[in-house]
């Protein structure tokens, strides 16, 4: 969609996904990167923001997206829907609602740039409700799709091509996402070819990160509701595991040198538990039961510049908050994005994708003599 004054067009890529929490962010912030490095005016947008899930309804990714990128104010379009419990109940209580498709078709018409990067829902029919699924978020701007599709099994090929059947020609392809190392032989290679006979394009196989998979000690202690007993200036720290300490001594030694960077929840009474722990690659350690620590654990766990967490929570309950952090987890550390750029440069075909959108490639001083404009 261009500005009605003749402009040359912008085009639009709606990055959307199968399942929430797919790598929308990382694939988008990894794309961005090169393109913005290859010469193309990039901005970005999330038209429907928000988690019903989340009590706090805040989607940190639309502020902290154009900020990593450098976009300035122009280049990023405001969100049109807030989803929430409360806006869901007051479109079901109601026959009419605002049009919250044709804001986005006038933000199309009014935007600069080269190529808007519009980051979809979670699945292919969040925001229906609204007229704001991925489809319909593509066909108001005139956009195309890529999906980013985690890879659980093979069997994600039935969803990709499930996909292809419903988006028909909006889809431009797809990026396979969080592929683990014994799978990249049949991700990269049979179902690559597999897709693309389909006429199903391939822009990236990406592999699985611990790095990006991790979870701030800051963000444990913010979803467990902890208490900080010591090294509260440490809780930058990553986690990559969960181990639980609730075995002999003996034991729980072997188990613990096995585990890097982890998170280690135990009793607050199991002092021999806590001292094994302090002693490997534990980033945290996380006491249940609201026991507090001798002061032989906290000494050394200050020493050690290892966060003690104190829960009011029992083992189980706890375990099952963090396992959903894991499963949950934000892009918002300096060292992450790094590692997404990183992985991005090798394993996202960017020229291609760029050449399936039809978009000029707009050269860099040191590349203009011998690029051409596609």
Not at 1 to 21: I, N, T
Not at 223 to 246: H, N, P, W
């Amino acid at each position: 969609m261009g500005s009605e004054d003749g402009a040359k067009s912008v085009k639009y890529l709606v990055v959307g996904s199968l399942e929430a929490y797919s790598g929308k962010s990382a694939v988008i912030l990894g794309l961005a990167h090169q393109l913005q490095a290859q010469g193309l005016d990039i901005a970005y947008g999330k038209p429907l923001s928000g988690d019903i899930g989340n009590s706090e309804n805040e989607d940190e990714d639309v502020p902290f997206i154009p900020e990593t990128l450098k976009l300035s104010g122009d280049r990023v379009q405001p969100t049109v829907l807030n989803l929430s419990a409360e806006r869901i109940a007051n479109r079901l209580g109601s026959t009419e609602y605002p049009t919250y498709l044709a804001q986005l078709q006038q933000q199309a018409i009014a935007q600069q740039g080269d190529l808007v990067i519009l980051e979809g829902p979670g699945t292919l029919d969040e925001g229906r409700l609204f007229d704001l699924s991925l489809g319909q978020m593509a066909d108001a701007v005139g956009g195309m799709i890529l999906l980013v599709a985690r890879y659980h099994s093979i069997l994600l090929l039935d969803s990709l091509l499930a996909a292809k059947e419903r988006l028909g020609d909006r889809l431009l392809g797809v990026v396979i996402n969080d592929v683990p190392s014994k799978h990249w032989a049949t991700a990269t290679q049979q179902m690559r070819s597999f897709l693309e006979e389909q006429g199903i394009a391939v822009f990236g196989v990406l592999p699985s990160s611990t790095l990006l998979r991790s979870v701030s000690v800051a963000e444990l202690v913010h979803q467990l509701k902890a208490e900080v007993l010591c090294r509260a200036d440490r809780l930058d720290l990553l986690v990559e595991s969960l181990t639980i300490g609730a075995m002999n001594v003996n034991s729980a030694l072997k188990y613990f040198r096995q585990g890097h960077n982890m998170a280690v929840v135990t009793g607050g009474d199991r002092t021999d538990l806590q001292l094994a722990a302090l002693e490997t690659s534990t980033q945290c350690l996380i006491l249940t039961g609201h026991i507090a620590p001798t002061k032989t654990i906290l000494a050394r766990a200050e020493e050690m510049e290892i966060p003690i967490l104190s829960v009011d929570l029992d083992t189980l309950t706890t375990v099952e908050i963090i396992d959903h952090a894991f499963g949950q987890v934000r892009l918002h550390e300096p060292i992450k994005v790094e590692c997404v750029y990183e992985m991005a440069a090798m394993h996202l075909d960017c020229d291609r994708l760029l050449k399936a959108l039809g978009g000029e490639r707009v050269p860099t001083e040191a590349s203009a003599s011998s690029d051409e404009m596609t």
